[in-house]
């Protein structure tokens, strides 16, 4: 068995190119000021300041027109609440299909540690949770001698297991995502959807400041210590 941390990846756009970062933000502009007829204001240093406005004005659905798409390598657990949002395309690692006993897969199965049991004093809630993911797994591979489909012996594979889960959607729909997966301006996420989508955000405000800046300052006012 494998024990691995969870982790994003940002397929598509390459946020580390600033050209591709500025043509985002010029693509939306030039989308936008359609609706005004006011592409004679645009300039060279306008994209940005034009985006903020959209947002302060909630004219957010002109940030559709760009999209992102991100891997996630999370628990189970997590996917379930990352595929409830419905503007998205998903492609999921299938339990249906994949079948770890085979080499590709190291012949074990691979699972997230929760993070929340690296605490000293919960090392015997750690045990336990590590003993019951072994267990899930020899449960798994001998149903699978004993002649189980893999599509059938996912029955006993735990919450915890990895699961690789791709997302694609627009900036309108990845600010509503990171509201309430990261910000949590519905009520306080999951710990270990935190885990992921906080360094999201603060990785995107970096980048696509006139997007998600916003949405990390929100966060940061919640959880300032006052």
């Known amino acids: 068995m494998k024990i691995v941390e969870p982790s994003y990846e ?14 985002i933000c010029k693509r939306i502009e030039g989308v936008g000021r359609t609706c005004y007829k006011s592409e004679n204001n645009i300039t060279d240093e306008s994209a940005e300041r034009f985006i903020f406005d959209l947002e302060r004005r909630k004219h957010e ?12 390598i999370v628990d189970r657990g997590v996917s379930h609440e990352i595929v409830r949002h419905r503007i998205a395309s998903f492609a999921q690692e299938s339990t249906r299909y994949c079948n770890y006993s085979k080499a590709k897969f190291g ?5 997230i540690r929760p993070y929340f049991y690296n605490d000293p004093d919960r090392q015997e809630e750690y045990e336990t949770w590590k003993t019951a993911m072994e267990n899930a797994e020899k449960a798994y591979f001998r149903l699978l001698e004993l002649g189980s489909k893999p599509e059938e012996a996912r029955a006993v594979l735990p919450n ?37 989508m906080l360094p999201l955000l603060k990785y995107l405000r970096t980048k696509l400041p006139a997007f998600y800046s916003d949405i990390y300052v929100n966060w940061l006012a919640q959880n300032t210590v006052k």
């Open 107 to 111: 012949s074990e199965i691979t699972v």
């Open 160 to 196: 915890s297991l990895k699961t690789e889960l791709v997302v694609t959607t627009n900036m309108r729909e990845w600010r509503h995502i990171l509201n309430l997966r990261a910000a949590g301006t519905t009520g306080k996420p999951h710990p270990q959807m935190i885990e992921v």
């Open 10 to 23: 940002i397929l598509y756009p390459n946020l580390e190119n600033d050209e591709i970062r500025k043509d």
């Open 61 to 72: 659905a002109v940030l559709e027109h760009a999209c992102m798409t991100i891997k996630f």
